[in-house]
């Protein structure tokens, strides 16, 4: 263990309010409780994910990318920050109102990501046409641009609508 893991062992505090006017959305009451890979672990030493609506019902997230995310030294592994962006961006989709799975996610990683920060991850449904709902999203920390996606989310036939 490093020292900079050491300082963020369980459970330890991180900050993951949202803005002022975001509201704290629950993804497991509409989605149920698989979302165990990135949201699984909220004390844990992966990720740890808030997700949040604002007025206009966008949804965004905080995350702290932890020490277990690590990829290139002191940094978060490409497969962590894409891992964020599918569940985030597939959420955003379940949130307005369209039950989806991802079929194609494009991100382009702007910068390198230091591990146990907090970021956020903001989204925008841009299209809709027939079952094909396009997501925009990025990943970002002030003015930092960390990675930017385009997310297309397919809707679920309702034969598998479970
Ligand atoms: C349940 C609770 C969950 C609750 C979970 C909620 C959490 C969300 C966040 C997690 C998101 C994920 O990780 S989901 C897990 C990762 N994703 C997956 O495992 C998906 C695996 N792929 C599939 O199951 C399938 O390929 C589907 C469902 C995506 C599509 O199959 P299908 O239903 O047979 O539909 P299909 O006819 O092929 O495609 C419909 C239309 O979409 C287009 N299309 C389909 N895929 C693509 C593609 N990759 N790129 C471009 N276009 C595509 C087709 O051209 C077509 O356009 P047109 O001819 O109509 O014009």
């Known amino acids: 263990m490093t020292a900079s893991s050491e300082e963020h062992a369980a459970g330890a505090a991180v900050d993951l309010s949202g803005a002022p006017d975001w509201t704290l959305f629950d993804a497991p009451s509409l989605v149920g409780d698989s979302l165990r890979f990135v949201s699984g672990q909220p004390d844990g030493d992966r990720f740890r ?6 007025a206009e ?4 997230a905080r995350i702290w990318f932890g020490p277990e995310t690590e990829g290139p030294p002191g940094h978060a592994h490409g497969g962590a920050v894409a891992a964020v962006m599918d569940e985030g961006l597939g959420l955003a989709a379940w949130a ?3 039950a989806i799975v991802v079929g194609n996610l494009n991100i382009s990683f702007r910068a390198m990501l230091p591990i146990q920060k907090v970021v956020t991850l903001e989204s925008r ?17 002030g003015d930092t641009l960390f990675a930017e996606g385009q997310c297309l989310c397919i809707t679920i036939k ?4 479970s």
């Open 158 to 161: 309702k034969e598998n609508q």
């Open 49 to 54: 994910v808030r997700y949040f609506r604002d």
């Open 125 to 141: 449904v841009v299209s809709v046409e027939g079952r094909k709902i396009m997501v925009h999203g990025r990943l970002f920390c």
């Open 96 to 98: 307005a109102g369209y």
């Open 57 to 60: 019902q966008h949804l965004h």
